[in-house]
Nanobody
């Protein structure tokens, strides 16, 4: 089994910054893509940022230029640096990872961390 544990959420004023972390542990051979999603109240979960094992990144248009995704492969950890935060960035942020173990690859989710941006 694999566990993803997020941390770093909280309450911040508009224009502020937060850094989210997601650490993966358990039966891991390697991790391919790692992603951050968010879900605002009453809305569907949306992809915020993705980072492949090869270093390719992809960002939602709404966060491009403000958020940066990075990873520490040695520690199976992915980060999301969020700058110039806006009230519309408020939501629960979830980590997602494609984990390889042996011949199989499976997707896993963290439990989520709340980010609240006040105006």
């Amino acid at each position: 089994q694999v566990q993803l544990v997020e941390s770093g959420g909280g309450l911040v004023q508009s224009g502020g910054s937060l850094r989210l972390s997601c650490a993966a542990s358990g039966s891991i051979f390697s991790i391919n893509a790692m992603r951050w999603y968010r879900q605002a109240p009453g809305k569907q979960r949306e992809l915020v940022a993705a980072l492949t094992s090869g270093g390719r990144t992809n960002y939602a248009a709404s966060v491009k230029g403000r958020f940066t995704i990075s990873r520490d492969n040695a520690n199976n950890t992915v980060y999301l640096q969020m700058n110039s935060l806006k009230p519309e960035d408020t939501g629960v942020y979830y980590c997602n990872a494609n984990v390889r173990y042996g011949l199989s690859e499976n997707g896993y989710w963290g439990q989520g961390t709340q980010v609240t941006v006040s105006s």
